[in-house]
């Protein structure tokens, strides 16, 4: 067989990824759930994927900005306080937000109910700042704005101090 046919051949491992209902890895951040459900392992890092959970009146993270990549969330259900420099959008169920690099922003859910979000990074670098947090809180240490700001500044990520 000639080394162009071998090349042509269907492969035997599926192309694609298949993330089921109670598949994916779990994060606990506080009151927020995560569930990667890509990490850019699949996507040669170009994009990964999460759904979290926000519980009710659970605070997002200090106002920051991404260099490296951009961040959307879509709104699955609930209502999410988004707020981008000194504006606040209140995003309902079947809303997307997209936010390009060094954009000022947070989230957070202001209700009574809880909030989930789809939330995507191009690329994946992202992902790896959930993870770290995460060993943060099971290392015992109080996941403080400081602690917060400090694993942001691993990943490209600074806070937005001077919203703009």
């Not at 492969?11 to 995560?34: F, K, N, R």
Request: proline share 9%.
């Amino acid at each position: 067989m000639t080394e162009e046919a071998k090349n042509s051949e269907p492969q035997t491992d599926p192309a694609v990824s298949v993330v089921g209902p109670g598949d994916g890895e779990t994060i606990v951040l506080g009151t927020t759930h995560m569930r990667i459900l890509e990490d850019g392992s699949h996507t040669g890092h170009r994009l990964a994927i999460a759904e979290s959970v926000l519980a009710p009146h659970t605070q997002g993270p200090p106002q920051h900005r991404h260099a490296l990549h951009d961040e959307g969330f879509y709104v699955l259900s609930g209502t999410v306080r988004f707020t981008v420099g000194d504006e606040d959008y209140d995003a309902t169920t079947g809303t997307l937000v997209m936010v390009p690099p060094g954009t000022p922003h947070t989230f957070a859910n202001l209700t009574d109910q809880p909030a989930v979000l789809l939330s995507t990074f191009t690329p994946d670098l992202y992902v790896q700042y959930f993870r770290e947090l995460q060993e943060v809180l099971v290392s015992g240490r109080p996941l403080t704005p400081q602690a917060n700001i400090e694993a942001m500044s691993h990943y490209a990520t600074e806070p937005a101090a001077d919203p703009a």
